[in-house]
Each structure stands twice: as C-alpha cells, then as structure tokens.
C-alpha cells in the first residue's frame, strides 16, 4: 500500500526561478518527478495565498476579502492549533456568496471527514485547505516552524500517523524568508517523510504582484497514478504541463482514494511520462510556458491599439484622399487599389496572430518585435494567396478565401488540441484561465464570422452561376460542420457558439432558398437550436465528471439548481465589461452605426455598398445573417461583449475591400467620390464640390 500523500504549499516560485545552484530541492523533484505549470487564478489582478489554499478548500475558485493596508497586498493568515477556528473564516464564506461562484470553503474538510481520512496541516494556509465548513480544522493543526530542522520533525511526527498532510511552508517573498529558505524548508519536508509517501510541491499564489504561471511539482508512487519523469497533465485544461490550483482538490482526493463530489471543476493531475527528456529540458518548455503567458498579457492590449490604429489611419487617409481628389483619375485608381490590397491584409491579421505563436518570439530580446514581424509576415502571406489566386475573379473571392482560411486554422487547432490559441494576442490567456482549450469567445468571433462570411461567398459563386441549390447545400454543409466543431465537446466545446450559429446560418439558408421568414419558421429554428445544443450538453453530461466541458457543467448546474446563478453572472460579466471603459462603451454604438449601414447603406450614404450589393446578390443576406449571430452571440456568452469588436476585425476590412474593388473595376471616373459616405451628389449637369 502505497504511503501518506503530502502536500506542500508555497507562493510565489516561479519557473524562473529554478537552478541547480540555488534551489537544490526542488531540482531534486524536477528531475525524478513530473513537473508543470500552475495557473494560480484570482479573481482579482494577482492572487494571494489565502486564495491558493481556498481553492484548495473549495475546489473552485475562491478569495479573501481585499486588504486596506497601502503596504500588504495581501492578509496575513494566522496560524490555527487543534480545534480553533480559522480567524478569517466568516470573511471566506461571506465573500463566496458575494461572488456567485459557487464555492464551498471546507468541502475538502468534510470530503475528507466523510472518507474517514486522518489528516494532519502544519501551518495556517493548511488548516485552511482542510478546514471543515465551519473553518474548524478536520484533523491536527499546528503553527509550522521556520527553522528546516524543526520543520523536519514536525512533518516526520505527522506523517507517521496521518493518511493526509498538507504543510504550508509560507511564501517566496521577502516575508516568506525568501526564496532560499522555501527550497531549505521543501527540502526539509521531504527528508521527513518516508519513501513511500507521494508529494505535490505547489506554488498555489502570486508574490502579490503580478500573476505568473507558478511551480508545480509531484514525486511518489500515488494509489493509481505514479508521479514519474514528465510532465503534469489535467483533463481540466487539456494542456500538456498546463494545470489549475483546482485540479488539486479531486487530486487529493483521488490519491487517498475518497469520491470526489460532482461539484469539482477540476480534475486529478496524471503524468506524461517523458523518459528520454532531462530536467533541463522539461525546464525549458515551463519556462516557455510561463514567459508567453507573462508576455503577451501586456501584448494584448498594445495590439489591439494598433490594429485599431491601422484600420482609421487606413480608412480615413483613404476617404480624405478621394474625397480631395489629389492626383486625378489615375492616383484614385491607385488609391482605390491599394485600399482592396490594404483591406485584405487587415483581415488577415487575424488569422496570422495564431501560426505566430509557432515562432519563440518570447526568447527574442525584443519579443514584442519579434511577435509583430511574425504576424504581419503571416498577413502579409495570406493576403497574397487571397489576391492572387483564382478565386480573385469574383468579387467576393478574396474575402471569402480570407474567411475561411481564419475559419480552417483555428478548426485544425481545436482539431490538434487547441495549442496555437494557447498565450496568442487572439486566443485564450493562462493567467486568466477563463479556458484553456476549444474556443474561447475571441477565437468563436473570428471562428463563426469567418464561417459565415465564406459561405456566403461561395453560395454567391454557385448563385451567381445559376446553380441556387448546390449553394444552398454548401450553406447548410458549413453550417453544420461549424456548428459540430464549435459545440462538440473535445474541440470547441462552446456552450453559446451553436445557440447564435444555427440562427445565423438559418437566416443565410432560407436566403439562398429564396423563402419567405415568419414567425412560424423562427420558432422553429430556435427550436432546433436549443435541441442541438441541448443534445450536446446532455452527450457531455454523461461522460465522467472531470471529463466534462463547459456543456456538461451547464447540465449540472441545471440539476443542481443553478441555473438562474450561471445566467446572471454571465450577464453581470457582460454588463462590467461593458462599462468598464468608455471604449467599450463604443462597441455598440459601433455595432448599431454597422448595422444600419448593411441594412440601409442609402441612409448613411454609402452608396457604394447598394452598388455591390447589386453585383454580388448574397453579400447583404450574408451580412444580415452575421449581425444575428453576432447579436446572440453577445447575449449569450460571458463577456459576449467582445464577439462584436473582435468580428469586426474580420468583417470590416475585408467589405471595404469588397467596395474597394467594386469601385476601382466598375465605377466611372466621376462617381466614386459621390458614392463616399456624406458626400452629396450632384444635381444633372453640375459638378461635385471639391470640399469635404
């Protein structure tokens, strides 16, 4: 039988931070044990140890109350002997009601009092892992020494007679004595218990300053599961070294082999055994791990500057050009031109932000350099292809050939596991950790539009030829497979994807099936749609808990009563997202602006648009459909705020490029200037103004 499972919490060690020289203990476990990365997530900007060791309590996601003090970032925790209560505990409970997240401090406790397992914590952070509902310790519960040697006997003491002993051995910080004196106290820690036991060495907090990717270590022999030469895996995150701090509770559990309650949203950590590779190498991919994460939180936000940047300086020198008409009929052309290239390539850089990450732009001395050269050289690739292909002779082929391509890589990446989206300026963020597989709202904009967008292009192609049934067939073909890869779970495992997908490509069929929508024909898509969603969810709901996805968990909390919670945090989400900057404030007047311009291009003069919409037949069907699914797209995603902004990116340069072409191929050379928006036209027989 297999010995006592030993947990050891820290915070604040990073990858890093890790040599041979200066931490010599937890390179022991580094190279005999499997290792990871650990998102500590918070639900504030960094997370402080007391939130590490409640997610441990809770199994979910769970906070102390915010200090006031302007010099500690976080509370202190109070060490807790046999039978007292934690101090802080009716703050834990308060502030787990007030976040809706469903957190149960002191379920381990009671798990693991229900198990009969005998428990032993050494140090406050541990008596809050094992605190009983009513932040009583379940088993023994001591102050844990500073000095190794007495660490060593305590931990000894306790590991002779406990099945469980978590021991917080304090912080990496100054106040935890530093990072040296955690690496004296891990290496005291395993002096102490015997051959048998299995350890789980984990920096479960940030140093209370900003968030990174934290150490995560395990050695022994486990009950089912043997901690060997690898790396850490979870089916929580589906990423190879990749792990939550709620993966521990159900780890726990699972080493001392107790059920886990179905409430858990993690799950027990196995190992990718990895014989052949060294210490070192598995050092360098953590690290890896944890600088791209690290990085690209900053990038995130200067890349979106500048892509709005280009996009106005794009647009708006283009229309003070024509508008001027500087150099003639020939450099408007010129303009016109340039503009389709440039309208192309901005819709392309979408699509380019996720092969980017195939580059170790974070190694480079200028990584955000690095990481911009990768990009836009991938734009500049596929707006190549889009222009110079064959599709290029029919007016919606670049736009289309761009639409799908966006759509076809990031279906080949959930296909492969969702790697690319991983730590990318357009994918899905460790140190949130909101979601680390399938697609997150960002990837389901560009996803979805991309989809959509394409086939409208091509049903416009087979329509235009006088072939309306082989389009309708490939909008409905597309449409399926899109909604499979976005809701199937195990890919996109998307609880809100299918319910604005299945409307969006409805719309687009019964356009292309030339039927008349009514009231009748609405109910029943909605019907279908929350049949397939449902049919999905319920399919995922019947695989074991900590195989579940997002699905599965939404059939959960309707068992359990919760639905109306999940609801209203997502509407929450959307609505603090909303109001948190005056920019985002934008996004729907942006998105009602847009709106009236696809549905009534004359009302804003745009005239242009009308004129294409005369050419290319299903651009405005095709458009009228993606404003349905980005309008439920919106509603029915947490933070389904950004499903508009981010579509925008896409949909936007690649139509003006549409009337760009239209303009530049079919317009004679006194019109274009009359077709700009807010440019009045002229009476018969008068020229335009030459002013703005």
């Not at 109001?579 to 847009?594: D, K, M, R």
Request: proline letters at 7%.
């Amino acid at each position: 039988m297999a010995g006592p499972v030993v947990l050891v919490g820290t915070a604040g060690v990073r990858w890093s931070d890790l040599d041979a020289a200066r931490t010599p203990s937890l390179w022991s476990l580094l190279q005999s044990g499997a290792a990871g990365a650990i998102a500590a997530r918070s639900l504030h900007t960094y997370s402080c140890p007391a939130d590490g060791w409640l997610a441990v309590s809770s199994g979910r996601l769970a906070v102390d109350e915010v200090t006031t003090s302007s010099t500690e970032p976080c509370n202190p925790l109070d060490d807790v002997r046999t039978g007292e209560a934690v101090p802080r505990w009716p703050y834990y409970l308060a502030r787990s009601v007030e976040d809706q997240r469903d957190a149960e401090p002191g379920l381990l406790g009671s798990t693991l009092m229900s198990g009969r397992v005998s428990v032993a914590a050494i140090g406050p952070g541990a008596v809050i892992a094992t605190a009983l509902p009513s932040g009583v310790p379940v088993g023994s519960a001591e102050a844990a020494p500073t000095e190794p040697a007495e660490l060593r006997d305590v931990v000894s003491a306790a590991a002779a007679g406990a099945d469980l002993v978590v021991v917080d051995i304090g912080s990496a910080d100054s106040g935890g004595g530093g990072l040296a004196a955690v690496d004296e106290r891990v290496g005291a820690v395993l002096d102490a218990v015997p051959a048998d036991a299995t350890v789980l060495d984990m920096s479960l907090a940030d140093d209370a300053t900003e968030p990174h990717l934290q150490v995560a270590l395990a050695t022994g022999p486990g009950r089912y599961v043997a901690y060997e030469r690898g790396l850490l895996d979870a089916r929580s995150t589906r990423q190879p070294g990749l792990l939550q701090t709620t993966d521990l509770t159900p780890t726990l559990l699972s080493l001392l082999d107790v059920p886990a309650p179905s409430t858990l949203v993690g799950s027990p950590l196995t190992t990718l055994a990895e014989s052949d590779s060294t210490a070192a190498d598995r050092l360098q991919r953590l690290r890896d791990l944890d600088a791209s994460a690290q990085a690209v939180q900053t990038y995130v936000v200067w890349f979106g500057a500048a892509l709005i940047l280009g996009h106005l300086l794009t647009y708006g020198g283009t229309w003070v050009a024509l508008r001027r008409r500087w150099g003639g009929e020939r450099v408007r052309r010129r303009l016109l031109g340039a503009l389709s290239w440039a309208g192309v390539l901005l819709g392309s850089v979408p699509l380019a932000t996720y092969p980017a990450n195939l580059v170790p732009w974070w190694r480079s001395p200028a990584p955000f350099g690095a990481l911009m050269g990768a990009v836009i050289l991938g734009a500049v690739v596929v707006a190549l292809m889009a222009k110079l292909g064959p599709w290029r002779r029919h007016l919606l082929g670049p736009m289309g050939f761009v639409s799908g391509a966006t759509a076809l890589m990031l279906t080949i990446d959930v296909v492969t596991g969702s790697r690319l989206m991983i730590s990318s300026l357009m994918g899905l963020q460790p140190l949130v950790a909101g979601r680390f597989y399938g697609l997150g709202n960002v990837a389901f904009a560009l996803f979805a539009t991309g989809a959509l967008l394409a086939a409208t292009a091509l049903a416009d192609r087979l329509v235009s030829t006088g072939r309306r049934t082989p389009a309708l067939v490939s909008v409905l073909v597309i449409g399926l497979v899109a909604t499979v890869v976005d809701g199937a779970p195990g890919l996109g495992s998307d609880f809100g994807g299918p319910l604005a997908i299945i409307p969006g490509f409805a719309v687009l069929a019964f356009c292309v099936a030339q039927l008349r929508a009514s009231w009748r024909s609405a109910a029943a898509v909605a019907a279908g749609t929350i049949v397939v969603v449902g049919g999905l969810s319920w399919l995922d709901w019947l695989r074991p808990p900590d195989e579940r996805t997002h699905l599965g968990r939404f059939i959960e909390a309707m068992a359990n009563g919760e639905t109306w919670q999940v609801v209203g945090r997502k509407l929450e989400q959307n609505i603090d997202i909303l109001l948190s900057s005056p920019l985002s404030l934008l996004i729907p007047v942006v998105a009602v602006v847009l709106a009236i311009t696809v549905v009534r291009p004359d009302i804003v003069r745009v005239t242009i648009l009308q004129r294409v919409y005369d050419r290319a037949a299903l651009l405005r069907p095709g458009l009228l459909a993606l404003l349905v699914l980005l309008a439920l797209g919106f509603a029915v995603n947490d933070s389904g705020t950004a499903v508009p902004a981010v579509s925008f990116a896409l949909v936007v340069p690649l139509v003006v490029s549409v009337c760009a072409t239209a303009l530049c191929s079919r317009a004679p050379p006194d019109t274009p200037a009359d077709a700009l928006p807010g440019r009045p036209q002229a009476a018969s027989g008068e020229p335009a103004s030459g002013g703005p």
